[in-house]
């Protein structure tokens, strides 16, 4: 079993169980991995977001990725929008993907392997090595969207994930009812739903309007070539 940690089980839900990559849109999953960390960080108690802002009581563990953050959120003088640590925090996704995989992988919850494309360019891969794992995630997700179960504020954090990657596809089981799932996410992660706690929505919040903001520079970058 993986721990209840929001950024791990994100990870295994994000994970193609054969190919051994993400199969999330890269722009989104690029964002919504700086909103898994802040949710981390919200479960450890070690922010609080007030005003839309985020006041923090971190400090060093040993951790890589978390100390890295540390000297980060330390560098600022007062405290900033949640949007400007989800930009901010987006420019480290690729280092916290791959601490957090590298940390999985030594744990034995996945199988690390590398190939060279050409013979050049490395690409790595990582497989599950329990698949119960990644169907643990999706059936306790499915439990709430479906069958109505109570939500905890974890399985909220997950649901919100998916609402802002668009991952319905990785927890339906036919194209009839990702519909349906899309609709009832929509419905939890609202935030006049009285489910969604302020903190994660107002994360959700930043991480979709920082997608869209993306989005909308990378299509304005190619009408102008």
């Known amino acids: 079993m993986i721990s209840d940690s929001v950024l791990k089980q994100f990870l295994f839900l994000a994970l193609h169980p054969e190919k051994g990559r993400v199969r999330i849109d890269s722009m989104r999953f690029r964002y919504a991995l700086a909103g898994a960390y802040l949710m981390e960080l919200l479960t450890r108690k070690e922010i609080k977001i007030e ?4 006041n923090h009581s971190l400090r060093k563990n040993g951790e890589p990725v978390h100390d890295t953050i540390v000297e980060i959120f330390e560098k600022q003088k007062r405290p900033r929008r949640v949007r400007y640590w989800i930009n901010r925090l987006s420019w480290k996704s690729r280092f916290i993907f791959r601490e957090t995989m590298k940390y999985l992988s030594s744990s034995g919850l996945l199988r690390h ?8 360019i490395p690409v790595n891969r990582y497989f599950i090595s329990d698949i119960r794992n990644q169907k643990d995630v999706v059936d306790k997700i ?14 909220l954090m997950l649901v919100s994930l ?17 519909r349906l799932l ?12 009285g489910l969604i706690d302020p903190e994660v929505a107002e994360i959700q919040k930043s991480v979709l309007s920082a997608i869209t903001a993306a989005r909308s520079a990378a299509v304005t970058v190619a009408a102008s070539g």
């Open 182 to 193: 899309r609709n009832k996410i929509k419905q939890l992660t609202d935030d006049k739903s």
């Open 142 to 155: 499915r439990r709430v969207l479906l069958y109505n179960d109570s939500p905890s504020r974890e399985v």
């Open 51 to 54: 005003d839309k802002r985020i």
């Open 162 to 178: 998916v609402r802002m990657t668009e991952s319905e596809k990785l927890i339906a089981e036919s194209k009839e009812e990702r």
């Open 113 to 120: 392997e590398k190939h060279y494309f050409l013979g050049i």
